[in-house]
């Protein structure tokens, strides 16, 4: 049988060789935890299966597989090792922005290098918690090219990529995205990353200092709002599918434990199996990984239809059940492995087991945003159709009559 790129046949077969990969790399998960090594050969292995490759166009090289099939990768690396699967959602969310808002040069340039095998890094957040959208790192002409400055943190990936996708404004003001190889000269990654969780994501502080970038390599950001809400629901689906991932394999884990453990004090029975209220737990632990595991890949299934002609009010519709799929995926995920330490008690805390590497993991991620303003902003959308901002998910509001006005 002859396999066309992007068929379900190659999405599966893609799938089958990612799970073997994935093995791999939940076996030295918890070593590299442990002893904070990064995941060198892992991301290799991951390189020669297509994974950063996965959604760029076929005729660039790619696999060009849709939301759904990444979602599905995206959830099993992460189940696997919490951090690992936290490194490739900028990669992704920066070839959807070259997908759908770079120039055609750009396009071609950037999806072949990506297609080829390329891993892509980020550094957006900057020192300071300034909020989404603002940014002191600064872009300026030099004849046909540029000059970048900028100094950042949280940079993740990057100390294990080959380019950088380095956000800064020019000297309109105008938001823009440089992507500029790890090892160009003036470029500086510090391994200067400390968290109780996620501890091996490569998301240490970055310098650019008088990095010299070509305008092939400068991105526009979408004006359109029917590509920036595309780019923006991508980006916060992959982040719902880690901490989806991670519950499903913490429940996995779970379920494990149960079959091993003796029953709760005061149970009056000696199986965990005959404990009916620990037994409960567990059912209760595996709806709320399945809740949230259906509903990423909901969003994820209704995200792949999205075109470039799709109305506004779909895509916004889109956008929201992605934040749902956050906020669900956030709850599941630290009530799965706080949960876990509740049917496998005392001795399951013990360092050698690795089973606090979930909720760490779990804990440290879920803090990416402020996931207790996605119940007011879906319900603003519900009632009032009014559209929140895409990168905060929330504050500035618009009418979405005002955003279809938008050029």
Request: hydrophobic share 45%; charged share 25%; net charge negative.
């Given at each position: ?30 070593a ?30 790619g ?5 759904a ?87 993740t ?34 391994d ?6 996620q ?41 719902a ?23 709760g ?51 916004v ?24 330490f ?8 013990h ?13 440290t ?11 007011h ?26 955003l279809?006005?938008t050029?």
């Amino acid at each position: 049988m002859t396999l066309v790129a992007g068929s379900p046949a190659v999405a599966g077969t893609f799938l089958d060789e990612l799970t073997q990969v994935v093995e791999e790399v939940r076996a030295g998960a918890s070593a590299r935890d442990r002893e904070r090594t990064y995941a060198v050969a892992e991301v290799e292995r991951l390189r020669a299966t297509g994974f950063w490759a996965a959604t760029v166009p076929v005729e660039h090289g790619g696999l060009g597989l849709d939301a759904a099939t990444l979602v599905q990768a995206v959830l099993l690396l992460a189940g696997a090792d919490g951090s690992l699967g936290q490194v490739p959602q900028n990669h992704f969310m920066t070839v959807e922005r070259i997908r759908l808002a770079a120039r055609p040069d750009q396009r071609r340039r950037w999806l072949a290098l990506v297609g080829s095998g390329a891993v892509l890094g980020n550094a957006t957040a900057e020192p300071g918690e300034r909020p989404p959208g603002e940014s002191a790192s600064a872009l300026r002409r030099a004849g046909d090219a540029w000059v970048l400055e900028a100094r950042k943190v949280y940079s993740t990936g990057s100390l294990l990529a080959d380019h950088i996708a380095v956000q800064a404004r020019d000297e309109e003001g105008r938001q823009r995205t440089a992507l500029v190889a790890r090892d160009a000269p003036g470029v500086e990654v510090v391994d200067d990353w400390q968290s109780i969780g996620q501890r091996t994501t490569a998301s240490g502080s970055s310098v650019f200092r008088g990095v010299r970038v070509a305008d092939v390599d400068v991105l526009d950001h979408a004006v359109a709002p029917v590509a920036t809400y595309r780019i923006s629901a991508l980006g916060q689906l992959l982040h719902a599918a880690i901490d989806a991932g991670i519950a499903v394999a913490a429940v996995d884990e779970t379920v494990a434990l149960a079959r091993r453990v003796h029953a709760g004090r005061g149970a009056g029975v000696k199986e965990f199996g005959d404990d009916q209220l620990g037994v409960a737990l567990v059912g209760d632990l595996s709806v709320q990984a399945l809740a949230a595991r259906r509903l990423v890949e909901s969003a994820a299934a209704r995200l792949s239809l999205l075109h470039e002609a799709s109305p506004l009010e779909e895509v916004v519709d889109t956008w929201y059940e992605v934040a749902a799929a956050k906020l669900v995926s956030t709850r599941a995920a630290l009530a799965v492995t706080a949960g876990l330490f509740e049917v496998g008690g005392a001795s399951s805390t013990h360092p050698d087991h690795g089973h606090d590497r979930y909720w760490r993991d779990a804990r440290t991620h879920t803090l990416h945003d402020a996931v207790r303003w996605k119940p007011h902003a879906i319900g603003r959308w519900r009632i009032a159709r009014d559209v929140g901002d895409p990168w905060s998910i929330g504050h500035p509001f618009r009418p979405l009559d005002e955003l279809r006005s938008t050029p």
